[in-house]
C-alpha cells in the first residue's frame, strides 16, 4: 500500500491540519504519565518534521475516549495537550498549544503557531463521516496530513470527508506502521507463533482465521480464551466472556490453537482447566500453560503478541502475561506487537525497545495485520495501474 507524501515544498509556508492518535489513558491525577504516552512520542515527531519543513500553523486534531456529542471536561484533550507539550520541549519546541473549545471558531481568532482543536468526538459530524464538519474541520489549514494510524481502520470525518476537501497527505507515524507492519506480512519467517489475549473477541477473529493459513501456533490466553473455552463446553464459572461469539468461537477447532491448559483464580490459587468450579474467576493463565506457550515461542522464528494474558490491571493477574513476555523479548525471533492495552503492559515492562516493531494502533494493527481494507486511508492511497 502506497501512501501519499508530502515534501518540503507541500508543507512549506502553510497551515497544516494534522489528524493525530491522541486517543491516550489518562491517571488518577487526571494527566498523561510517561506509561501512557507512546502514541504521543510518535506524533511529536511528526510535528517537530512539520515544523522543520517550514509549516507555518499546525493545528493538531484527533479524539479520545468515546464521548457522547457534546462538550464534556472528562474526555477533554486537555491532559495530552500538556503532554505533549513536554515531549515536544524534549525534542527543543518551546512553544505552548493553544487548545480551541470550538471547531467552529474563527481559525483567524485562535492564534499561536501550535494550536489544537478539542476532541473531534464532541462533534456528532466526527463519527458520521459528516461532509459540513469536514468542511468546517477544513477551514483551518491548507493541507491535511494524517499520522492516525491507530484511526485508520475507522472511516471518520478526520480520516475521510476531510481528505476531499484539503490536499492530503500520510504522515511520518502512519507511514512507518504500514512500511513495518507490510515488511511484516511479506518476510514472515517460520515457525510463526501469534500470542493473542485480551478480550474484544470481534476485533481479534478474522486476524485468526487469517492465522490458520499462515502461522504455525496460535496460543490464546485472556477473556478471549475463556470465551473459546467456554464454547467448547468447558465450565468457566464466573470468568468474564463474550457469549455472543460462541458460535463462531466454536468453530475454531484447528489444532494450531492452543488453549490454557490451567488457570489463575481469584482466590490466588492454579487450577487444571477442567475442574474450574462454577463460583470460581479465571484470572490469568496457570504455570503450565505459560511453560507451554514458552515452548511454542522458543521454537518460533516469527512472534506477534497482542492481547494481555490475563486481567493485567490487577496485580494478582500479572505473571501469566509477564512470563510470555519475558519470553518474548529474549527470543532471536522477530516480533511485532501492539494495542490499547498491550501498549500499557509494554511500557510498563520497559521492552518497547525489546521489540522489532511495536505499533500503535490496536483495532487498526489487527485490522491490517488480518489484510483488511482500512477505510480511514483509502482517500491517501495511490492507486498505481498497471
Ligand atoms: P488491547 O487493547 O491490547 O487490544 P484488549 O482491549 O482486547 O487488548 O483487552 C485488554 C483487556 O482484557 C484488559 O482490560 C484486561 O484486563 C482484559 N482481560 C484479559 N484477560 C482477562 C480475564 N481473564 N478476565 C478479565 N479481563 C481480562
Ligand atoms: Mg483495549
Known amino acids: 500500500m502506497d501512501l501519499r507524501q508530502y515534501t518540503k515544498q507541500d508543507v512549506a509556508g502553510k497551515k497544516v491540519l494534522l489528524r493525530l492518535d491522541l486517543d491516550v489513558e489518562v491517571n488518577e491525577q487526571g494527566q498523561v504519565d510517561e506509561f501512557h504516552d507512546l502514541r504521543l512520542e510518535r506524533s511529536v515527531t511528526t510535528i517537530k518534521e512539520l515544523l522543520d519543513f517550514g509549516a507555518v500553523k499546525i493545528i493538531l486534531c484527533g479524539h479520545r475516549g468515546r464521548p457522547q456529542a457534546g462538550y464534556n471536561q472528562d474526555l477533554s484533550l486537555s491532559p495530552v495537550k500538556s503532554r505533549l507539550e513536554f515531549l515536544l520541549n524534549k525534542l ?66 478526520s480520516m475521510l470527508a476531510i481528505a476531499k476537501i484539503l490536499p492530503a497527505y500520510a504522515g511520518l507515524s502512519l507511514i512507518n506502521e504500514i512500511k513495518e507492519l507490510t515488511r511484516w506480512l511479506d518476510n514472515l519467517p517460520r515457525p ?62 484447528d489444532a494450531k490453537i492452543f488453549l490454557p491448559i490451567d488457570a489463575v483464580l481469584s482466590d490466588g490459587s492454579v487450577s487444571d482447566i477442567n475442574s474450574v468450579d462454577s463460583e470460581d474467576f479465571i484470572g490469568d493463565i496457570g504455570p503450565r500453560t505459560a511453560a507451554l506457550f514458552k515452548q511454542k515461542i522458543a521454537a518460533a522464528r516469527a512472534i506477534l503478541w497482542n492481547g494481555p494474558m490475563g486481567k493485567f490491571e490487577d496485580a494478582r493477574y500479572q505473571a501469566g502475561t509477564r512470563d510470555i513476555v519475558a519470553a518474548i523479548t529474549q ?56
Open 331 to 386: 527470543s532471536q525471533a522477530k516480533t511485532v506487537s501492539g494495542g490499547g492495552d498491550t501498549l500499557d503492559v509494554l511500557t510498563k515492562l520497559n521492552v518497547i525497545d525489546k521489540f522489532s516493531f511495536v505499533s500503535v494502533g490496536g483495532g487498526a494493527m489487527l485490522t491490517f495485520l488480518a489484510g483488511e481494507s482500512m477505510p480511514g486511508l483509502e482517500a491517501l492511497v495511490i492507486h498505481t495501474s498497471h
Open 92 to 157: 527543543g519546541v518551546q512553544e505552548k498549544i493553544n487548545l480551541i473549545n470550538d471547531v467552529s471558531a474563527l481559525p483567524e481568532s485562535a492564534p499561536g503557531r501550535l494550536v489544537m482543536l478539542e476532541n473531534l468526538r464532541f462533534w456528532p459530524g466526527e463519527k458520521n463521516n459528516d461532509r459540513n464538519f469536514a468542511l468546517e474541520l477544513g477551514r483551518w489549514g491548507e493541507v491535511y496530513v494524517n499520522d492516525a494510524f491507530g484511526n485508520s481502520h475507522r472511516s471518520d470525518a
Open 192 to 253: 510463526y507463533a501469534a500470542i493473542l489475549g485480551g478480550a474484544k473477541i470481534e476485533t481479534k477473529i478474522p486476524l485468526i482465521k487469517q492465522l490458520l493459513t499462515r502461522a504455525d501456533a496460535i496460543l490464546i490466553g485472556g477473556a478471549l480464551a475463556n470465551t473459546m473455552l467456554a464454547a467448547r463446553g468447558i465450565n468457566v464459572g464466573q470468568s468474564l466472556v463474550e457469549e455472543e461469539y460462541f458460535s463462531i468461537a466454536k468453530t475454531f477447532t
